[in-house]
């Protein structure tokens, strides 16, 4: 009656190790370290950099634990923070002889202490939030009025080429601050463009006056427009920070909308606040501009005259310099896609681009007008331009084109990844930065596991005092829950943070409700003076029904939580969800196969220990009887 199938104490066996192995990295903490990435787009962080890193630290007189190469970053890991420091200096000085101008960004970074063979077996901690971890917090404010002004100009550019393809003739389009005015010579003229404005452009608000001797049209984005725009604008935003962080290896940042114009950004582990500064400012404008091919440009490009007016002087990836005029041809705005590919004829790599209906017009006309010559693609961060490549215009483009040249496959994929990442949509500014120590996150880590830990402790003396062996096994059971629900957040690599911790006591209280459950209808049919392995068997089977019921609907609350909070409120409700999970399976399975396997195997059972069991006195029995 009361005993398990050797499969199912297999299974609890495999659940068990399974939540030992996965809960154990989160035992061994965190080492300080410095982390080395990309400072800028075009710089590329492998092999050849782990060995310069390695040479650097060779010649400083400086042993670190480790130093690996992890995706598009390198990690060396110390055993202080003195070392730290000591590191970071030295390869600051080895990686960036210019300060001014830094090819990597070298940051103090926190990484997991834990040993190989559990990292080799795919066994790592939770991430820790900034809360516990420590790291830098930063408010960022969106420029809305200059999105708009972005996108104002944007509507210039089309509203020129609009005009053109329509044969109307115009005395120009000016723009002051997020207004543009058209300016015609006569009356028709203007009536004309503004039914052809008013069909293509259905955002905008067309106003045509005579203005002296001329007319104009005053041109005004709809509001219900403007507000699409500072939508986009804040999406856009927050998409290419994600895009540079990600490409930097910062674990698990947070990057999320607040209010209508702010969005925060939150780097665990990261110490310098001058770092995390910029890393934020690594976003990048790209832009196409035709190459000057004059004679007066090649001079400049050798260093014989001076840059010719309406140019500028720029440096290709290799460090040649190349003369580009200034107007820009085309945004990364107007790029949709980029995606590495091989050429089908010369089998070589290239990259396809994808460009909006806008800018396949503008590359249409742009590349009829100057087949054979070059265009090159510019990357600007931090306002300094470089020239990614300035491949030559084969014929008429689209709204589908390719990049083609002496580049490699990983150059191909790099320069895929960075045309996708866009720009900023908006320009912003930090309204407000916060530096949280390792030292108070150590304090915040420390308090939540006392919490944690005396809360166990008092459930577990209670339960052992009241229902004796039976409350010992329900401490067992809740132990397991415990550990299982840590395994379960490392094994998904969640973030956790204080009010999680809260989540993780609060999930102790609610789990033992089972076993109390389950105790009191066993004790229940004690007293009805049922059999010892029969009580044991209803007791578990008719409480299973209750606790299932309670479980449920708190589970439902937990889920409304998780789907309409956001921030600490979701952190709560992701371990307080899965909390429930792993309280129903060790109050329920595992406390039933511990107790199958100590009282499963005697068959004359007399009695159990599971506290004092109250029967009725033969008094109270008749007194009871009478009365009915």
Not at 101 to 125: C, E, F, G, K, Y
Not at 269 to 281: F, R
Not at 594 to 615: A, D, F, H, P
Request: aromatic residues 6%.
């Amino acid at each position: 009656m009361n005993r398990y199938p050797v499969w199912k104490y297999a299974i609890l066996v495999v659940a068990f190790l399974v939540g030992v192995l996965y809960t154990l990295p989160n035992f061994f903490g965190e080492a300080p370290a410095v982390q080395v990435s990309a400072g800028k787009a075009t710089v590329k962080v492998d092999t050849a950099t782990l060995g310069r890193i390695e040479q650097a630290l060779t010649a400083a007189n400086l042993q670190p634990q480790s130093i690996s190469l992890e995706g598009s970053s390198v990690r060396v890991r110390v055993d202080s923070t003195d070392t730290q420091l000591k590191v970071k200096d030295a390869l600051q000085r080895a990686l960036n002889p210019d300060p001014a101008d830094p090819s990597h960004v070298v940051a103090l970074n926190l990484i997991s202490a834990s040993p190989a063979w559990l990292t080799a077996l795919h066994a790592a901690p939770m991430y820790l939030g900034l809360d516990l971890r420590g790291g830098v917090h930063f408010m960022l404010q969106v420029d809305m009025p200059g999105a708009l002004t972005k996108k104002a100009e944007a509507f210039a550019g089309d509203i020129r080429l609009s005009l053109r393809e329509a044969n109307i003739r115009h005395g120009g389009v000016t723009r002051n601050g997020q207004t543009l005015e058209v300016r015609f010579r006569e009356a028709a003229v203007m009536e004309q463009a503004q039914r052809r404005l008013t069909e293509a452009f259905p955002d905008l608000q067309l106003a045509g006056r005579p203005d002296g001797t001329d007319y104009k049209i005053t041109v005004t984005i709809k509001p219900e427009a403007a507000r699409r725009v500072q939508e986009q604008a804040l999406k856009q935003n927050i998409h290419t920070l994600h895009n540079r962080i990600n490409e930097l290896g910062v674990a698990e940042p947070v990057i999320q909308q607040q209010g209508l114009d702010r969005i925060v950004v939150q780097l665990p582990g990261v110490q310098d606040t001058a770092k995390a500064k910029d890393i934020l400012g690594r976003t990048a404008t790209l832009e196409m501009r035709l190459v000057d091919e004059s004679a007066e440009a090649r001079a400049a490009e050798m260093g014989a005259g001076p840059v010719p007016f309406g140019s500028e002087r720029f440096l290709e990836r290799d460090g040649r310099p190349i003369i580009l005029k200034k107007q820009v041809v085309l945004t990364g705005d107007s790029l949709t896609d980029a995606q590495p590919g091989f050429d089908s004829q010369t089998q070589q790599p290239k990259v396809d681009l994808t460009v909006d209906a806008k800018g396949g017009r503008i590359m249409r006309d742009t590349s009829r007008e100057n087949l054979k010559k070059r265009m090159a693609i510019v990357l600007f961060e931090k306002g300094k331009g470089e020239v990614l490549t300035a491949p030559v215009i084969q014929g008429e483009l689209g709204n589908r084109f390719q990049i083609s040249g002496s580049m490699t496959v990983p150059e191909a994929n790099d320069l895929a990844l960075l045309l996708r990442a866009g720009s900023l949509a908006a320009p912003m500014e930090i309204i407000e930065e916060l530096t949280i120590g390792p030292t108070l996150g150590a304090e915040n880590i420390a308090k939540g596991f006392h919490s944690v830990a005396w809360g166990f402790a008092a459930i577990v003396a209670f339960m052992a005092g009241y229902y004796m062996l039976f409350g010992l096994i329900s401490g067992i059971a809740l132990a397991v829950n415990l550990l299982l629900l840590v395994a379960i957040l490392s094994l998904l690599q969640a973030t956790l943070t204080l009010p999680g911790m809260a989540a993780m006591a609060l999930a102790l209280g609610m789990a033992i409700d089972s076993n109390v459950l389950i105790n009191e209808r066993i004790r229940e049919e004690l007293r009805n003076g049922a059999a010892p392995q029969a009580a044991i068997h209803t007791g578990y089977d008719r409480a299973w029904a209750t606790i299932l019921d309670s479980n449920v609907t708190t589970l439902i609350a937990g889920v409304a939580l998780l789907a309409f909070g956001s921030g600490a409120v979701r952190g709560f409700a992701v371990v307080h969800c899965i909390g429930i999970l792993t309280s129903m399976f060790s109050a329920v399975l595992f406390s039933r196969g511990l107790v199958n396997l100590w009282y499963g195997r005697q068959k004359k059972l007399k009695s159990v220990s599971i506290g004092t069991v109250w029967r009725p006195s033969k008094d109270e029995a008749l007194t009871t009887g009478k009365g009915a």
